[in-house]
């Protein structure tokens, strides 16, 4: 009886080493920026929209942003809307800071945001 759990046992113990391995060989460098936000008590749907329509736009005008997604399908506490950029890695996040994408979006995003949450995270 030994022997026919054994041979599973080792099985299952390779399999969690190999997948240990190669998750931690496969893992992306890529920058997740999830940002939740709570709007002005003022801001129209019509604002609202136009910053998610920029934030949709940025990948075409800043070549480090990679992803992007605007429909929260959940949120929790005060913040009502959510948005997250994948960039391609830690220096493209860097220097999106400051750049011409970011002031343009900052034109329709920061005249109606109250506050927000940032998060960055990557491997």
């Known amino acids: 009886m030994f022997k026919k759990l054994l041979t599973p046992l080792l099985?299952?113990?390779?399999?969690?080493?190999?997948?240990?391995?190669?998750?931690?060989?496969?893992?992306?460098?890529?920058?997740?920026?999830?940002?939740?936000?709570?709007?002005?008590?003022?801001?129209?749907?019509?604002?609202?929209?136009?910053?998610?329509?920029?934030?949709?736009?940025?990948?075409?005008?800043?070549?480090?942003?990679?992803?992007?997604?605007?429909?929260?399908?959940?949120?929790?506490?005060?913040?009502?809307h959510a948005f997250v950029m994948e960039f391609a890695d830690e220096t493209a996040l860097k220097d999106y800071t400051n750049s011409a994408a970011q002031k343009k979006w900052y034109e329709s995003y920061l005249p109606i945001r109250l506050e927000s949450t940032t998060f960055d995270i990557t491997n």
């Open 11 to 80: 099985l299952v113990a390779a399999l969690a080493i190999s997948a240990g391995s190669l998750s931690a060989q496969t893992a992306p460098k890529s920058v997740i920026h999830v940002v939740t936000v709570k709007f002005k008590p003022d801001a129209t749907p019509v604002q609202i929209t136009a910053a998610l329509d920029g934030v949709q736009a940025l990948p075409k005008e800043y070549k480090g942003i990679t992803r992007v997604w605007t429909k929260a399908i959940k949120t929790q506490g005060d913040k009502t």
